[in-house]
């Protein structure tokens, strides 16, 4: 009935054999990437200089080393591959985005050389370079693809270690290309080409370790992905490590416990006070205290409200649709553009000054459509068969709200606002503009002693309420904009730790919370 | 009672259940809700009245008739959300009328003399441009980069690796923008003058990476769901022939998730667009353009850092042109808000079909 | 025994062996009516093993999906495996292109064997095994592309047929082949008549029936040498049903198809030999068709056909 014109290869063995030469020979420049991130990012980081040793090697020669091991690996595994010592099954091109890719790099080198180094002009140095890109490419293109992979990686990474071990590229050496206001420093650029080289030369050793073809592409992209994955935790815990660090010592300096129940903590209990020598953010903790208390009771009944009739009462149609489009605007709405209506809205009328209370509606109207959106997903996420099986009994809509559907997506609720909170209690261009009068207090807002009743309207006026106050995200914007950090590192740096402290928190609870939950409705 | 208390639209909603005496209750209480609102809209000294008549008229709903009170005032909370949005525009078009009027067009865009204060002239030119160039460098951080984390969460990664990146990615996005800003402002811009011979403190290079990094979070979480949302047996139809994971990524679920994708990069942009505090404290805040323009390691301000640095001593034409800004920014922000909502929204009528 | 493989490298591994030893002496010892496991397992075929399976157990978790599954399944014959829902027929067929890896939770122990070679071995190549054994899904899956496109995809993404613009710089473009084989495999999939002039249009235009086939068709398109359905028709109206079964008659000239169907007419109508796989993941009888529907061995297959339980 039919030819079977691909008969011939479905006969292909099932198990792979591994070759043992080409599994060492690609972990090695896998090995020597991470090498080359660690001993490269610390010397871009200012930790290590160039000139200074690692295990007895001037760091310079470690680097160019690797980049000599990393390229020579892979242009072992290319002669290997090509003469059949090593069992490989390429296709038959890498194709045209690596030839792209190794062919703009070739463009980019040529044309820097020729027209940076030597000072040719344009027209001399661009159809030089194009040339070149154009061959690089061609080759690769028309090459197989262990060839196409691994010989440019390879190549790459021994001309940039025989540029530096040759004198081509020195820690003195320095370069200002024309119309930036910068310059490229040897010291800066060896450790960072030696990274990028190492990159490219796993990434092709990942493809090379499964043989090439599409198993060895899906190994080169997850690489890749993994790496990125990786370095985005790594951005992450520098961050909190460098805050941690640079302020928990300066946070926690001084404090004193004991005798009985006295306990008494500078940094985190005293204001800011330069005649009593205080340095404490006491007065900022207490007013992010109130916004963030401020916004849950502006923002909470309403997002939640609001999610509760769009989920259980309302239609979809036009008006569930309005409102889509309003939640998610006010979502994406920059907190700036939050602190300018503030300042035009409700800072008028609210005693013509700024004010906690303006901050906490602001913060509120920040708040509300994380409230919302999250309260929606978790209200929709309810089984039905709750609300079939509740309305059967016939039970009225309300009375199953009440009973039933709320108390099912509560997890999912306070997840959202324990996560909300985080967002807002670092949030400082509202803050700025409509609440902040002097970062640095010496004391904090008396809220609850403040409350007044008076015979005119409105009855109750709190003074604490109606006046500016400090929070912790503005101490820490009050703290550089005053010079107070100038002077004093330690303090921005002791603030900033509490402040990632106090957010980071309500994230970990929030997240943890959400983990929990979701585990014992799968058990 | 039963379910027919559906309603579709607001107008329903004043009279959902006529004839049995709680309409009464929700006229009063919308009634005096829109009374207080307008009183603190005109006349602020008076609205307590209106607000302690709602809150009667609420408390009584809630005793006699709990269900279509409590309806009621849902609907209001819903209301409310629109409203507020609603208030945001009136409020900043209002105020920046006049700026629009007196500056026109050269409030766009005006060679020279961008902002003077003596001459009362006030051209956004430099902070826009300082705006879309730190936009796009920080595009290039955080749509690559956050479409592969989002690849790796809801494809590649094994379960353990997966509970340690999602919630790394979240609390990433938690980091304050002031905190982002005080290392940038005292360890990075340092950084950048010692080691890269930068003559001033603060440059776009900067304030784009480290932005960058802030709106990943949205575009990782926002593609994820996008990713996570293509069909098991469609990717499975890929595999089933002996396609690999990537191959089926590629060719499959990537295609397939394309417009949520690119939903979220958009959501993401907007996130850099409307990033204050980082760009306030790095950036040198000069109201004048890069030379050449495209020197990303010049200094210069953009439409949030100018808001943010300004508006403490700004009057008048001054302000205004500020509140200009803020419209600018806005509705940037809004339009991409919503092209991501309509993007969305045809996946969903696609995904809600065959897939 | 055989050779192992867990999908989740289960630590518990050891213990796992344990177990399914117990259980099997358990069946065995344990069931005192006739059905024991040789009167089935000496059952003859007509043609040579395609695919064997020695003493297979699933466990999602820890629960047992399949205990103890022991069958030969033979080449060139359609193979129906029929049981009632949860009985674990569906995992089984999963089982023989190992698309159950993708299942986190779940993990395989015992041998399958495609033409004598192991396919839980060590340093398998998954993509060799799925092209030699393909499958169709109980609901059409085509991927949102052209018609032609379906069918192409697999050769493509095996690097059979090139066409775009590194094809023609390599001259290597494969259009040529590329029409061929998809009107092979269309005409193959019996969906020839119905689509050769709209072969650029969108997959998901199709009607469900010819979505399925198209499906098949693709399948085809990677020459594979079993083809493993899964309720291929139970999504599909009556005439759509009776194309995809005469269709699966016809392939079974020159593919291996096992077929799991809940349906037993069908079973009976379209297959060569029938497996009954009865709750709790047991094989309880594997033999010709017209014995399993006229003279089972065991009483519960007999019930279980009569329509009496299930």
């Known amino acids: 009935m039919s030819e079977r014109t691909l008969r011939n290869q479905s006969r292909d063995p099932l198990a792979v054999e591994y070759s043992a030469a080409l599994a060492g020979l690609s972990v090695v420049p896998i090995a020597t990437f991470f090498a080359a991130f660690v001993v490269g990012g610390l010397t871009l980081a200012g930790q290590r200089s160039l000139g200074s040793t690692i295990l007895g090697i001037e760091i310079e020669t470690v680097l160019t080393a690797l980049l000599f091991v990393a390229g020579g690996c892979l242009l072992a595994i290319s002669v290997g591959s090509r003469y059949g010592v090593i069992e490989t099954t390429p296709d038959r091109s890498a194709g045209l985005g690596v030839a792209s890719g190794f062919g703009f790099v070739a463009f980019s080198g040529i044309g820097l050389a020729m027209s940076q180094t030597f000072g040719l002009g344009r027209l001399v140095w661009a159809p030089l370079a194009l040339i070149g890109g154009l061959t690089v490419a061609g080759a690769i293109v028309f090459a197989r693809e262990d060839l196409g992979v691994t010989v440019p990686a390879g190549l790459f990474s021994v001309a940039i270690g025989s540029l530096v071990l040759f004198d081509g590229l020195t820690p003195a050496w320095a370069w200002s290309p024309a119309g930036f206001g910068v310059t490229f420093n040897g010291t800066v650029l060896i450790p960072l080409l030696t990274i990028v080289a190492g990159l490219v030369t796993a990434w092709a050793a990942a493809n090379a370790f499964e043989g090439f073809g599409a198993a060895g592409r899906q190994a080169g992209a997850f690489f890749l992905i993994g790496a990125n994955a990786t370095l985005i935790l790594l951005v992450l815990l520098l961050l909190i490590a460098f805050i941690v660090k640079n302020g928990f010592w300066y946070a926690v300096d001084g404090i004193e416990i004991g005798p009985g129940l006295n306990f008494h903590w500078p940094f985190v209990m005293d204001g800011y006070d330069v005649v009593l020598n205080q340095k404490g953010i006491y007065p900022a903790i207490i007013g992010t205290f109130w916004l963030v208390v401020g916004a849950l009771v502006m923002a909470v009944p309403i997002g939640v409200g609001a999610a509760v009739f769009l989920t259980e009462y309302a239609e979809e149609g036009r008006f569930t649709s309005v409102i889509d489009i309003a939640t998610n605007g006010l979502w994406s709405t920059p907190s700036v553009v939050f602190g300018l209506f503030g300042y035009a809205f409700l800072v008028p009328r609210l005693g013509n000054n700024t004010s906690l209370l303006a901050g906490m509606i602001v913060l509120g109207f920040m708040l509300l459509p994380l409230v919302l959106i999250t309260s929606r997903e978790a209200i929709k996420s309810v089984p039905d068969e709750y609300r079939d099986a509740s309305a059967a009994l016939g039970v009225s809509k309300w009375e199953t709200i009440k009973d039933v559907t709320i108390p099912s997506a509560m997890p999912g609720i306070v997840t959202g606002i324990i996560i909300g909170i985080g967002r807002i209690a670092g949030e400082t261009a509202p803050i700025l503009i409509v609440t902040a009068d002097n970062p640095q207090r010496s004391s904090a807002p008396a809220i609850m002693g403040s409350f007044e009743l008076t015979t005119s309207p409105p009855f109750i006026v709190n003074e604490a309420l109606l006046s500016g106050s400090s929070a912790l995200p503005y101490q820490l914007y009050g703290a550089i904009t005053t010079g107070v950090v100038g002077d004093d590192p330690g303090y921005g740096w002791a603030t900033a730790f509490v402040l990632l402290l106090v957010v980071l928190s309500f994230y970990v609870i929030g997240i943890t919370t959400r983990i929990y939950f979701r585990k014992k409705l799968q058990a | ?355 | 025994m055989s050779n192992t493989q867990n999908a989740s490298h289960d630590p518990a591994e050891s213990n796992r062996d344990d177990r399914s030893a117990d259980a099997v002496t358990q069946t065995t010892a344990g069931e005192s009516q006739e059905e024991t496991q040789t009167e089935w397992t000496d059952y003859e075929f007509r043609g040579e093993p395609k695919l064997s399976v020695d003493d297979l157990d699933v466990y999602y978790g820890d629960e047992r999906a399949l205990q103890g599954i022991t069958m030969d399944i033979p080449e060139n014959s359609v193979t129906a495996l029929i049981g009632p829902s949860g009985c674990g027929k569906s995992t089984f067929l999963r089982c023989l292109n190992r698309m159950n890896d993708r299942i986190k939770s779940a993990s395989v122990d015992g041998s399958v064997e495609l033409e004598g070679e192991e396919i839980y071995q060590d340093g398998l190549d998954l993509v060799t095994l799925r092209k030699r054994v393909g499958m169709v899904f109980q609901s059409p899956n085509p991927f949102p592309k052209t018609i032609r496109d379906n069918i192409s995809y697999g050769p493509r993404k095996h690097g059979d047929i090139e066409t775009g613009l590194l094809a023609r710089l390599l001259g290597d473009d494969s259009g040529e082949r590329e029409e061929k084989l998809v009107e092979r495999c269309l005409k193959q999939a019996a969906l020839w008549e119905e689509v050769s002039d709209r072969l650029d249009d969108n997959a998901l235009g199709l009607s469900g029936g010819q979505q399925q086939r198209l499906c098949i068709a693709r399948c085809l398109a990677v020459d594979p040498e079993v083809i493993l359905m899964d309720e291929p028709a139970s999504a599909l109206d009556p005439i759509a049903t009776a194309k995809i079964e005469d269709l699966i008659e016809e392939l079974a000239e020159e593919y291996t198809v096992v077929v799991v169907t809940h349906n037993m007419q069908q079973a009976a109508r379209i297959s060569d030999q029938t497996a009954v796989f009865l709750t709790g993941g047991e094989l309880v009888e594997f033999d010709d068709t017209d014995k399993i529907f006229e003279n089972p061995e065991s009483q519960r297959v007999e019930d279980y056909v009569t329509g009496k339980f299930g």
């Open chain 2, 1 to 355: 009672m039963s379910n027919s208390l559906r309603t579709s639209d607001s107008s329903d909603i004043e009279n959902p259940t006529a004839g049995d005496g709680r309409s009464p209750v929700l006229v009063a209480g919308g009634a005096t809700l829109a009374g207080a609102l307008l009183s603190f809209l005109f006349v602020p000294g008076v609205t307590v009245f209106f607000v302690l008549a709602f809150l009667g008229v609420a408390v009584y709903g809630w005793f006699v008739h709990q269900e279509a009170t409590a309806k009621g005032l849902m609907f209001l909370a819903t209301i409310s959300t629109a409203l507020v949005l609603v208030l945001i525009t009136a409020y900043l078009f209002l105020r920046s009328f006049p700026a629009f009027e007196q500056m026109g067009l050269e409030i766009l865009y005006t060679n020279g003399d961008y902002w003077s204060r003596g001459d009362d002239r006030y051209s956004l030119y430099p902070a826009i441009w300082g705006t879309v160039l730190t936009t796009i460098l920080a595009t290039l951080v955080a749509a690559p980069l956050g479409v592969a984390s989002a690849i790796f969460i809801s494809e590649i990664a094994p379960s353990w690796a997966h509970e340690i990146v999602k919630p790394a990615v979240e609390t990433l996005a938690g980091i304050p923008s002031i905190v982002y800003g005080f290392i940038g402002f005292t360890i990075i811009n340092g950084y950048m003058m010692d080691n890269f011979g930068l003559t001033s403190s603060g440059s776009i290079v900067v304030v784009g990476v480290v932005v960058g990094l802030m709106a990943l979070p949205t575009v990782a979480s926002v593609a994820e769901d996008a990713i996570s949302s293509v069909p098991d047996h469609m990717k499975d139809g890929a595999v089933a022939i002996g396609a690999t994971e990537w191959q089926t990524i590629k060719s499959v679920t990537l295609p397939a998730s394309f417009s949520g994708i690119s939903a979220a990069v958009l959501l993401g942009v907007g996130r850099a667009v409307g990033e204050t505090m980082a760009a306030t404290v790095i950036l040198g805040n000069v109201m004048q353009l890069p030379e050449p323009l495209y020197n990303v390691f010049g200094n210069t301000v953009t439409l949030t850092s100018l808001i943010a640095s300004q508006y403490g001593n700004a009057h008048g034409l001054h302000m205004q042109a500020l509140f200009a800004a803020g419209v600018i920014l806005f509705l940037t922000v809004m339009a991409l808000s919503i092209t991501a909502q309509l993007i969305e929204a045809r996946v969903k009528q696609n995904l809600g079909g065959e897939l």
